[in-house]
């Protein structure tokens, strides 16, 4: 139970340093399309190391989600099999309440996501030589901008939990330290929403052709 | 004052409970809740009902045997207060109120509003102790121990096992229960042979008894009579985690 979480804070740390990474890769965006798809073409130019990164996040997320649900079915099935008539919850964020379910949407998204970007089959134009071309095609379809959006404000929930939440199961907790690490969880998770979402934002506003 | 009570009332292990409705009336502001449930038993056993069972002993808040949820919350709505302190000028005249025994897998309920909490006590007989050689006391100040060290340590052992920590946490954990009794330890000198060793033991112990992980969501904290922190807790996951590496 107690390893099973330590996987929890470790494979979340990964995919946390990478969501990080990545929006900072995509918002060279706004550099225009020449900078952004010669980093789109960089990101690809060593198979090896393209894959040995794909191989550790996948590896992560499937020890996130092989984690999470061992731990779903011993913390919502067995060690409650009987709920409460009345039950208030009175201090916990409404962020770490819903961890099992801003993570799993985010998940759907996230193959969404490749199928759009990466495999072509989204159901938006795909061109693999211009992947600028393919954002600004992809998010001038409203309801698939507004998805992202939104997959970006639950990604930020699980965040605004998990990025502080992963070093005290770690054992990291300190009375002067925590509420540093908690305030860098808000401003983080808040930043990567203002991030993700400026794409998708900025072609609905047409700022991005 | 006049409170209408909302009690769950359950004959035995095996048997179905139901909430059962409890019209109270001339209830002094000053009685504690255990007081009113006093009150209503005696009322109860004049019309040849069945009392309502609760735990109960020291009534100053020291021992650990009362507790139960009062309108959704672990020990009602006072922090660092248990039932038999938390006195009714807390509620509003004329408020329902529902009581309810703590609901874990690991917390059987026995009747009413008393449940089995021998996992607690099994969870301490795993690891939470010090082997020592016992035999006449040894001089006071022969191991000498920080301030600091001693203060956190007499924090942590404030808990009395009540299991409000369990029953407010929405998996049913006893992280806070089980890292309170290894920071308690773990702090001192004489603690330090078994420390890893303790926090493996008792964590199994934990896991055998279908109590579910910790997600620091931070509601058992708000709800504990003895204001006992999650610093316990990530404690408990450091020892767990140095004894994963270091004990064979």
Redesign the interface.
Same mark, same amino acid.
Do not use: D, E
């Given at each position: 139970?107690?390893?099973?979480?330590?996987v929890m804070a470790v494979s979340g740390f990964a995919l946390f340093g990478f969501v990080n990474v990545h929006m900072l890769g995509n918002l060279q965006v706004f550099l225009g399309r020449e900078a952004f798809n010669r980093y789109a073409e960089l990101l690809r130019a060593e198979p090896a190391l393209l894959w040995a990164a794909r191989i550790v996040l996948l590896t992560m997320v499937i020890l996130h989600i092989w984690a999470s649900w061992k731990?779903m079915v011993?913390?919502?099935l067995?060690?409650?099999?009987?709920?409460?008539?009345?039950?208030? $919850?009175?201090? $916990?964020?409404y962020a770490?309440?819903t961890?099992y379910w801003s993570g799993p949407i985010v998940g759907a998204f996230v193959i969404y996501h490749l199928m759009q970007f990466t495999w072509g089959v989204g159901g938006t134009s795909h061109d693999p030589k211009d992947p600028y071309g393919n954002v600004v095609h992809g998010f001038q379809v409203i309801p698939i901008a507004i998805a992202y959006v939104v997959a970006m404000g639950l990604l930020m929930l699980h965040l605004y939990?998990g990025a502080w $939440?992963m070093f005290?199961?770690?054992?990291?907790?300190?009375?002067r330290y925590?509420p540093l690490l908690k305030r860098f969880a808000q401003v983080v998770s808040i930043g990567l929403f203002l991030g993700f979402s400026s794409i998708p934002a900025s072609v609905m506003a047409g700022l991005i052709q | 004052m006049k409170l209408i009570l909302h009690i769950w009332r359950q004959k035995n292990p095996s048997a179905p409970g139901k909430m059962m409705r409890y019209p109270m009336d001339n209830l002094s502001h000053e009685m504690s809740v255990l007081e009113m449930l006093d009150v209503l038993n005696e009322q109860l056993i004049v019309k040849g009902e069945r009392p309502v069972t609760f735990e109960h002993d020291c009534r100053e808040g020291i021992c650990g045997s009362c507790g139960f949820m009062i309108n959704g919350v672990a020990h009602g709505p006072m922090p660092a207060t248990t039932v038999c302190q938390l006195t009714l000028r807390h509620f509003k005249d004329g408020e329902e109120v529902y009581l309810e025994p703590w609901r874990a897998h690991a917390f059987p309920i026995l009747k009413d509003l008393m449940v089995n909490r021998s996992a607690l006590d099994r969870i301490i007989a795993a690891g939470g102790y010090i082997s020592v050689p016992t035999g006449s006391a040894p001089d006071g100040n022969t191991i000498p121990v920080g301030k600091g060290d001693a203060d956190r340590s007499m924090d942590a052992a404030a808990c009395i096992g009540c299991g409000a920590c369990v029953a407010a946490c929405p998996n049913a954990s006893a992280a806070l229960f089980t890292g309170a009794k290894i920071a308690h330890l773990g702090l001192l000198p004489q603690g330090q042979p078994e420390r890893n060793k303790r926090a493996l033991k008792m964590v199994a112990q934990v896991t055998r008894e279908l109590f579910g992980s910790c997600s620091n969501i931070g509601e058992c904290e708000a709800v504990c009579p003895k204001e006992i922190r999650l610093e316990a807790i990530a404690r408990m996951n450091r020892d767990f985690l140095a004894g994963s590496w270091t004990e064979r």
């Open positions: 139970m107690n390893g099973k979480k330590a731990l011993l913390n919502k067995r060690a409650r099999p009987v709920g409460y008539v009345m039950k208030r $919850s009175i201090v $916990s964020s770490s309440r961890m939990h $939440s005290q199961t770690l054992g990291v907790n300190h009375p925590t | -």
